[in-house]
Nanobody, 129 residues
């Protein structure tokens, strides 16, 4: 099983920046894709960024965050990879609970919730005006 722990949430003013981190553990060798999703009360969980886990380079973003968010993998310690989501120029529409997710099935990395079977508990991000 893959275990995911998010960190780095909190509150920031509009226009500011914040970095979220996700630390996978357990059967990480099985991970093919990782992604960030976010969700607000009463709404569907939205996929916003994904990365091919092994290479840690190829990324894909939703239209809502492209150009403002950067998803990257810190591979300085191969035994403890850290996936970071750098978020810039934040607005009130970015307020949500952010979730890290992992997909262990080979194939294209997508932003579809159904493709991800492993989830973290989430971390709250609140943007104030």
């Amino acid at each position: 099983r893959v275990h995911l722990v998010e960190s780095g949430g909190g509150a920031v003013q509009a226009g500011g920046s914040m970095t979220l981190a996700c630390e996978p553990s357990g059967h990480t060798l099985l991970i093919y894709c990782m992604a960030w999703f976010r969700q607000t009360p009463g709404n569907e969980r939205e996929g916003i960024a994904t990365i091919y886990f092994n290479e840690g380079i190829t990324t894909k973003y939703s239209n809502s965050v492209r150009g403002r968010f950067t998803f990257s993998k810190d591979q300085r310690d191969p035994a403890k990879p850290i996936l970071s989501l750098q978020m810039n120029n934040l607005t009130g529409e970015d307020t949500a609970r952010y979730y890290c997710a992992a997909d262990t099935s080979p194939g294209e990395c997508t932003l579809w919730r159904e493709d991800y079977k492993h989830w973290g508990q989430g971390t709250q991000v609140t943007i104030s005006s």
